[in-house]
């Protein structure tokens, strides 16, 4: 009797630090670790989308089919909560990663995480810093030279700005 | 006792067990979330471009004379390219691409090795795109309005031009460089039209004659690009080699609906006149010692605001001369003094497909110009 509870013990202990050694490597991002939102707790969740909230948010966002699972990190800071999305899409034929982060609804940090296609097709740094503040976002400026790189962060933008919605509606 | 046993036994297992429905639906979501960016993170990178073209030539000259044109008018498949890219890791990777253009030719448009260190430094070597003027870089018909390129970047800045070398580029804040070392033009393929005929395009290339290209581009805002760009080196001929440069000036801007883009280009040979000699060009049929011209477009998505599509009138007035010097002893062919004004539509359903219709009013001061309407369907993913 003994031997069975020392096993179970044992499998619950390897459960437990299993799980505290899986440290997620986004967390290792800089945005997680920087002075706002090291004080915060962040832990990871997923967003869920029916067949129906999937072709809503597809017409929304002008894509033909979007995924129904997505991450989102939810950080605790103080009495407000941040919702943090990274976004995936092809430009041309390569893809950028954006994190866009949300904070009352509104965009507090828009950050291109990874960006494959040639440095020539990327957007100025101050382009991404239009995103902030916004919730419509059609009328952020063109960039010369690089309209897929706009097409496809103006498409994650309005994705995470729906997935945020959705949160919402949750409450 | 037994009861105690019984009770940490449980409390153990369903520790161990008993994770809740949302425990487990999260680690399904892990999985498929891992499954996602496996794909995204795939090493192999695919993509293309191409466009297909309807032309049609007036036979009607300026001077109301009739000429031919060949075959006329013509339906042309003119590119269809396949990009293909490999990253080994993080820093190497493979870029390529193969075009096959007039549906019946096979060439290898650009390839090569990347090393990117960081975004202001990264280093290729391979089958280079030349970085001069705008469309070289930016060819893919769902950048440019009009069906076909402008002539100014056939003639002078000989587009697509590839050539093998090796260089550097990257980004600084708001600046993009390129500095390159390649092959340069076969200057016995030039002639009082241009440069185009001399593209080696990596193919057998001669290597003895190199050439240097620097190009800089500041984005001023976001949506306005201002870019030089200087080539200059050798282009070798049979027995002659020349000096060739090529300098041009241009800009890029997209204000709310409006599209405008400008480039003025100018190109010398040197010793042409024993280039002309070496190839039996005589009178004003020989190679100019200095090429240049000008062109601007300017467009507007009249659906701007109201609908994703982009419905784009446009009009584009180039002006270039391919003999606007020549050395002593050549006379100027007025023919090669010409001015393009190009009025069309440009209908974009998604950003990356694109349907084209426009009219060229072509003159030339020898009064032998023509017009032309072209019909094109172009992609790229």
Same mark, same amino acid.
């Given at each position: 009797m003994e031997l069975l509870i020392s096993f179970s013990l044992l499998a619950n202990l390897i459960v437990t630090s299993n799980a505290e050694d899986r440290i997620?490597?986004?967390?290792?991002?800089?945005?997680?670790?920087?002075?706002?939102?090291?004080?915060?707790?962040?832990?990871?969740?997923?967003?869920?989308?029916?067949?129906?909230?999937?072709?809503?948010?597809?017409?929304?966002?002008?894509?033909?089919?979007?995924?129904?699972?997505?991450?989102? &990190?939810?950080?605790?800071?103080?009495?407000?909560?941040?919702?943090?999305?990274?976004?995936?899409?092809?430009?041309?034929?390569?893809?950028?990663?954006?994190?866009?982060?949300?904070?009352?609804?509104?965009?507090?940090?828009?950050?291109?995480?990874?960006?494959?296609?040639?440095?020539?097709?990327?957007?100025?740094?101050?382009?991404?810093?239009?995103?902030?503040?916004?919730?419509?976002?059609?009328?952020?400026?063109?960039?010369?030279? !690089?309209?897929?790189?706009?097409?496809?962060?103006?498409?994650?933008?309005?994705? =995470?700005?729906?997935?945020?919605?959705?949160?919402?509606?949750?409450? | 006792m037994k009861y105690i046993l019984s009770l940490l036994i449980m409390l153990a297992s369903t520790q161990v067990w008993s994770q809740s429905?949302?425990e487990r639906?999260n680690i399904?979501?892990?999985?498929?979330?891992?499954?996602?960016?496996?794909?995204?993170?795939? !090493?192999?990178?695919?993509?293309?471009?191409?466009?297909?073209?309807?032309?049609?030539?007036? /036979?009607?000259?300026?001077?109301?004379?009739?000429?031919?044109?060949?075959?006329?008018?013509?339906?042309? %498949?003119?590119?269809?390219?396949?990009?293909?890219?490999?990253?080994?890791?993080?820093?190497?990777?493979?870029?390529?691409?193969?075009?096959?253009?007039? =549906?019946?030719?096979?060439?290898?448009?650009? *390839?090569?090795?990347?090393?990117?260190?960081?975004?202001?430094?990264?280093?290729?070597?391979?089958?280079?795109?030349?970085?001069?003027?705008?469309?070289?870089?930016?060819?893919?018909?769902? /950048?440019?309005?009009?069906?076909?390129?402008?002539?100014?970047? #056939?003639?002078?800045?000989?587009?697509?031009?590839?050539?093998?070398?090796?260089?550097?580029?990257?980004?600084?804040?708001?600046?993009?460089?390129?500095?390159?070392?390649?092959?340069?033009?076969? %200057?016995?393929?030039?002639?009082?039209?241009?440069?185009?005929?001399?593209?080696?395009? %990596?193919?057998? =290339?001669?290597?003895?004659?190199?050439?240097?290209?620097?190009?800089?581009?500041?984005?001023?805002?976001?949506?306005?690009?201002?870019?030089?760009?200087?080539?200059?080196?050798?282009?070798? *001929?049979?027995?002659? +080699?020349?000096?060739?440069?090529?300098?041009?000036?241009?800009?890029?801007?997209?204000?709310?609906?409006?599209?405008?883009? *400008?480039?003025?280009?100018? #190109?010398?040979?040197?010793?042409?006149? =024993?280039?002309?000699?070496?190839?039996?060009?005589?009178?004003?049929?020989?190679?100019?010692?200095?090429?240049?011209? &000008?062109?601007?477009?300017?467009?507007?998505?009249?659906?701007?605001?109201?609908? +994703?599509?982009?419905?784009?009138?446009?009009?584009? &007035?180039?002006? &270039?001369?391919?003999?606007?010097?020549?050395?002593?002893?050549?006379?100027?062919?007025? #023919?090669?003094?010409?001015?393009?004004?190009?009025?069309?539509?440009?209908?974009?359903?998604?950003?990356?497909?694109?349907?084209?219709?426009?009219?060229?009013? *072509?003159?030339?001061? !020898?009064?032998?110009?023509?017009?032309?309407?072209?019909?094109?369907?172009?992609?790229?993913?």
């Amino acid at each position: 009797m003994e031997l069975l509870i020392s096993f179970s013990l044992l499998a619950n202990l390897i459960v437990t630090s299993n799980a505290e050694d899986r440290i997620d490597p986004v967390l290792r991002l800089p945005f997680f670790n920087s002075k706002t939102m090291k004080s915060c707790s962040t832990k990871k969740d997923f967003r869920y989308l029916s067949k129906q909230e999937k072709k809503r948010i597809s017409d929304a966002i002008g894509a033909k089919e979007i995924p129904g699972l997505y991450p989102v &990190y939810n950080s605790y800071c103080d009495k407000k909560t941040r919702s943090t999305y990274l976004l995936n899409d092809i430009v041309r034929s390569e893809y950028q990663t954006l994190l866009i982060s949300f904070q009352d609804d509104k965009i507090v940090h828009f950050e291109v995480v990874r960006f494959d296609e040639p440095v020539k097709y990327k957007a100025p740094s101050k382009w991404y810093k239009l995103f902030l503040g916004k919730d419509k976002f059609e009328t952020i400026d063109a960039i010369s030279g !690089a309209t897929l790189t706009r097409a496809s962060t103006l498409k994650l933008a309005k994705l =995470a700005h729906q997935l945020e919605k959705k949160k919402n509606e949750k409450k | 006792m037994k009861y105690i046993l019984s009770l940490l036994i449980m409390l153990a297992s369903t520790q161990v067990w008993s994770q809740s429905v949302e425990e487990r639906l999260n680690i399904l979501a892990e999985e498929v979330e891992m499954l996602k960016n496996k794909k995204s993170q795939s !090493a192999v990178k695919l993509g293309g471009y191409g466009e297909i073209i309807y032309t049609n030539k007036r /036979t009607e000259l300026e001077n109301n004379t009739k000429a031919s044109h060949g075959t006329n008018p013509q339906a042309d %498949a003119l590119r269809f390219v396949l990009y293909v890219g490999y990253d080994f890791d993080s820093k190497w990777s493979l870029f390529s691409e193969i075009e096959v253009e007039h =549906a019946d030719e096979i060439f290898f448009e650009q *390839g090569g090795i990347k090393y990117s260190a960081s975004e202001a430094f990264n280093w290729q070597t391979g089958v280079l795109l030349i970085p001069v003027g705008i469309t070289n870089l930016y060819h893919e018909p769902t /950048t440019f309005l009009s069906v076909s390129r402008t002539e100014i970047e #056939s003639k002078i800045i000989p587009t697509t031009w590839r050539e093998v070398g090796t260089g550097i580029y990257g980004a600084f804040g708001k600046f993009n460089y390129e500095l390159d070392l390649v092959t340069g033009l076969k %200057a016995n393929s030039f002639s009082s039209d241009g440069v185009r005929s001399g593209r080696q395009k %990596a193919s057998q =290339a001669e290597a003895r004659d190199l050439a240097w290209v620097a190009r800089a581009d500041y984005k001023a805002m976001s949506n306005f690009t201002l870019g030089i760009s200087a080539y200059v080196g050798k282009a070798g *001929g049979s027995a002659t +080699d020349v000096k060739h440069s090529i300098y041009d000036f241009h800009l890029m801007g997209e204000f709310g609906g409006v599209t405008v883009k *400008g480039l003025y280009v100018l #190109s010398k040979i040197d010793n042409t006149t =024993a280039l002309n000699n070496e190839l039996n060009k005589t009178g004003s049929n020989g190679i100019g010692s200095e090429l240049s011209g &000008y062109y601007m477009d300017l467009g507007y998505n009249v659906l701007h605001g109201y609908k +994703d599509w982009k419905l784009t009138p446009f009009v584009r &007035y180039e002006s &270039y001369n391919t003999q606007e010097k020549v050395e002593s002893g050549f006379t100027k062919d007025l #023919s090669k003094e010409r001015i393009n004004t190009v009025v069309g539509i440009n209908a974009k359903p998604t950003d990356k497909v694109v349907f084209k219709a426009d009219y060229t009013i *072509g003159k030339n001061k !020898a009064k032998t110009g023509y017009d032309t309407w072209r019909l094109g369907v172009g992609w790229n993913f």
